[in-house]
Structures are given as structure tokens and as C-alpha cells.
């Protein structure tokens, strides 16, 4: 009995001591957002209402559709020169610092509770945090202005931990080293990962100081990619074109994580005899090959030039990457698949 009784008051003792392990949230599209479509950039004229009860993630290159991807937004004509407001309430059930991050274009602003907390007026991804103060349902309302050609919104958050202490202040610093320079090359290309197949983000110009945070050699080939900051922008560049001052730490990035996501029910069909590789590149190692007209789930994607550039696939139980351009999707919408 006294053992017994000890062994109990062990294991309360341990409830109180150990800390517990906190599993970190998965990124979210949210849900149950509605639309405002003006025809206008200014979000002026009748506004056109729709909804997406999946979240928002979409690559217009004509009229923008509904939620399914494919019909176009009843009673709206416009595929340039048109504004956009989606508004939606969401719940965040911890209090703490959260990463919202996506793609843009032509231009994004979002607000949190009717309060502006981001504008980027070029096109591009985006990242940046928010400190929940208090748990509960929160308004969510992320504006789209589109020029030309193309249109893009992706916009996803997760909970990244414990905010700063109440009180706390930001003190604004200058850039610290080490800095790249781009070399050789009028533009450098920066990416959302170290790939030559990963999401363009923007160009990256001779003449310039930018910081460097990290490096990353997962593309194989003995090349390195560093990980860049370029004004409200980070991104990752290839070594070739950029001379950094000084050594930074290896960081690995979300592309490797990416073994077995889940399936989301859209299928493509290669029209071609496709090499399946590792990452998104042509330098990353082939780990299979993919038949013409068989078909494969489409798990993830990058952009690049407002069209899908390479696929995330599962093949005969293999997950690896495909070039887009020579697959056609069957069935299932984009809108579902995740930019990376």
C-alpha cells in the first residue's frame, strides 16, 4: 500500500515538473472566407460577392474563378485592372507570436481586426509575424490589387511560439553582416527555396549589400544557396552569382520536410517521359521516372511567372518533383494544392 501511495505521489510530482511538450500547429489556409470583387484597382464600383470555404489559394491568368478553380466568378468580367477584398473570421486558440506568409500579385495588403499589419505593393512572397495577445476568433482581411496578366493570392499562417513578454519593446536595428554582392550576372534570381526550381520571388541586383543569414546545399551538386534578406523580402539565391564576406550557419528549409504530405485529391498526367527528382531542380537527384500517361497526386507546386513550375508528386509510393509545364491536371483543382 505505502508503495503504491509513493508511486502516486511520484507521478504528481513529475505532472508538475516536467514541462510539456508543445506540438507546433501546421501552417492553415483558414476557412469560410467571402469575397468582394470591384472593378476597379481601387476597390470602388458594384462589388461582385464570393465565397471559399478553403482558403485562399489561387493563380488567376484570366477571370478569377470560384472556389473549385475552374468556373469563373458569377457576374465579373475582369482579368486586369480589378481589386479584390477577403475577409473572413478566424480562430487562434493560443496566444503567442504567428508566421503568416503566401504569395502575391499584383499587390497584398492584410488587416487584423480592421488594422493594417502588412502592405507589399510588388509582387512576390511575403512573410511576417503577429502577436496574438489574447486566444479567440480574430477578423482576417487580406486586400489583392491586379494589374496585368497574371493574378495570385496564397495566404496561410501558423502558430511559431511564445510572444515577446508584456512591455517588451523592438528596437530597430541597422542590417548586420555577412552581406552578399551578385557577381557576373545583371539579376540574381531569389527563390522561396534553395532550388533552381523553388517559387521566383524577385531579382536581386549588382551593386547592392545584402545580408545573409544562412547557406543551404540540399540541391546536390556541390552547389550552395544562401538564404537572403532584401528589404521586407527573404529569399534564397545561388552561390554562383553571389560572393558572401563571411561564413553563416547551415539552415534547412520546409522543402525537406516534405516526405509524405498528405493526398488532396487532385491527379495530372505527364505528356512526356518525366525524371522524378528529390527537390525541384534539375541538379537534385533523380529518384524515379514517371511513364507518359500515367497518372500521379499532386501534392504541392512552386511558381514562377504566375504558372505552376514544378509539382510535388506521389508516384507508385514515391513523393519527389516534376516539371509542370509537361503535365495536365484531370482531375481535383490547384486551388487545393499548397505553393512552396
Keep these: 500500500m505505502k508503495k503504491s501511495l509513493f508511486a502516486v505521489l511520484c507521478l504528481m510530482l513529475l505532472a508538475f515538473i516536467v514541462p510539456r511538450i508543445v506540438v507546433e500547429a501546421q501552417a492553415t489556409f483558414g476557412t469560410n472566407w467571402t469575397a468582394q470583387f470591384f472593378p476597379s484597382t481601387n476597390f470602388t464600383g458594384t462589388p461582385v ?10 493563380i488567376w491568368n484570366g477571370v478569377p474563378t470560384q472556389a473549385d478553380n475552374v468556373t469563373p466568378v458569377t457576374g465579373f468580367s475582369a482579368s486586369d485592372n480589378f481589386s479584390v477584398r477577403f475577409t473572413s ?3 487562434f486558440p493560443t496566444a503567442g507570436s504567428y508566421q503568416f506568409f503566401g504569395q502575391a500579385d499584383d499587390q497584398v495588403k492584410v488587416f487584423i481586426n480592421g488594422i493594417e499589419v502588412y502592405n507589399q505593393a510588388l509582387p512576390g512572397s511575403f512573410t511576417f509575424n503577429y502577436n496574438i495577445v489574447t486566444p479567440g476568433s480574430y477578423t482576417l482581411t487580406v486586400e489583392l490589387v491586379e494589374l496585368t496578366v497574371t493574378a495570385i493570392i496564397q495566404f496561410q499562417w501558423q502558430f511559431v511560439g511564445a510572444a515577446p513578454p508584456p512591455g517588451a519593446t523592438a528596437v530597430p536595428t541597422q542590417p548586420q553582416g555577412p552581406f552578399g554582392q551578385v557577381v557576373t550576372v545583371r539579376g540574381l534570381s531569389l527563390r522561396s527555396g534553395p532550388y533552381l526550381g523553388a517559387s521566383f520571388i524577385a531579382v536581386l541586383r549588382p551593386n547592392i549589400q545584402y545580408p545573409v543569414r544562412a547557406m543551404n546545399n ?5 552547389y550552395t544557396w544562401y538564404k537572403v534578406i532584401n528589404g521586407d523580402q527573404v529569399g534564397w539565391a545561388s552561390g554562383r552569382y553571389l560572393i558572401v564576406d563571411g561564413p553563416v550557419p547551415e539552415e534547412s528549409t520546409v522543402f525537406q520536410t516534405l516526405s509524405n504530405p498528405p493526398d488532396l485529391g487532385v491527379i495530372g498526367v505527364p505528356n512526356a517521359f518525366m525524371n522524378l527528382r528529390l527537390r525541384p531542380s534539375v541538379r537534385s537527384p533523380r529518384i524515379g521516372q514517371v511513364p507518359w500517361g500515367d497518372e500521379v497526386s499532386i501534392l504541392g507546386r512552386t511558381i514562377q511567372g504566375g504558372r505552376s513550375h514544378w509539382y510535388l508528386v506521389r508516384y507508385n509510393g514515391q513523393v519527389g518533383w516534376i516539371y509542370a509545364p509537361y503535365v ?8 487545393l494544392v499548397p505553393v512552396y
Design 328 to 335: 495536365r491536371i484531370i482531375r481535383g483543382g490547384l486551388g
Design 49 to 58: 460577392a464570393a465565397s471559399y470555404p478553403n482558403g485562399l489559394n489561387f
Design 218 to 222: 540540399d540541391e546536390g551538386g556541390g
Design 89 to 91: 473570421a478566424q480562430n
